[in-house]
T-cell receptor
């Protein structure tokens, strides 16, 4: 079955710097890759997603890139702000309508 | 994005009692709902998948008699933790999607503490 690896597990940056979180997946048939942000004590919130027919997607300060050949995708946050501090999860969707497979999460800390 | 609610947000119960958690999709019809469990500083662990009107599919290692899931309508799924014990204390989160869409929207979670 699908397996998703996420790195790094923790990431500390200064306000204004960029942050990059990387994920790899194992099932080449997976075709949908969302990213979620989870703040302490809350449920995950979808922040951006990408489908396998697209190589890059951007939404303001957030962008996601996908390399299908290498089976990896990355989240890029530019001009980080303290409110970006949270746990970020990547996920992959295997074909067949099954549940998302999540990475182990990255704790991002943005210091001012 | 779509809105998913959970109730209650927090619950404290005595060991041996049962607790019901509700998950509602507020502005769409959720043909599929998922229940996750999350331990502190850990990722989401899928417990079961429920499709409206049919029995839930449980992940390996999850006791179906312990965690009863009902998805009686397109907007409501419930998780009942039966005969709860302290080791069942955790953060339970539901998510929902509709039709063949892959996007899942998560609820805010329910913090369960069993004394």
């Amino acid at each position: 079955g699908e397996n998703v690896e996420q790195h790094p597990s923790t990431l500390s940056v200064q306000e204004g710097d960029s942050a990059v979180i990387k994920c790899t997946y194992s099932d080449s048939a997976s075709n949908y890759f969302p990213w979620y942000k989870q703040e302490l004590g809350k449920g995950p919130q979808l922040i951006i997603d990408i489908r396998s027919n697209v190589g890059e997607k951007k939404d303001q300060r957030i962008a996601v890139t996908l390399n299908k050949t290498a089976k990896h995708f990355s989240l890029h946050i530019t001009e980080t702000q303290p409110e970006d501090s949270a746990v970020y999860f990547c996920a992959a969707s295997p074909p067949g309508g099954t549940a998302l497979i999540f990475g182990k999460g990255t704790t991002l800390s943005v210091s001012s | 994005g779509a809105v998913v609610s959970q109730h209650p947000s927090r619950v404290i119960c005595k060991s041996g009692t049962s607790v019901k958690i509700e998950c509602r999709s507020l502005d769409f019809q959720a043909t599929t709902m998922f229940w996750y469990r999350q331990f502190p500083k850990k990722s989401l662990m899928l417990m079961a998948t429920s499709n409206e009107g049919s029995k839930a599919t449980y992940e390996q290692g999850v006791e179906k008699d312990k965690f009863l899931i009902n998805h009686a309508s397109l907007t409501l799924s419930t998780l009942t933790v039966t005969s709860a014990h302290p080791e069942d204390s955790s953060f339970y989160i539901c998510s929902a999607r509709w039709g063949s869409k892959e996007t899942q929207y998560f609820g805010p979670g329910t913090r369960l503490l069993v004394l």
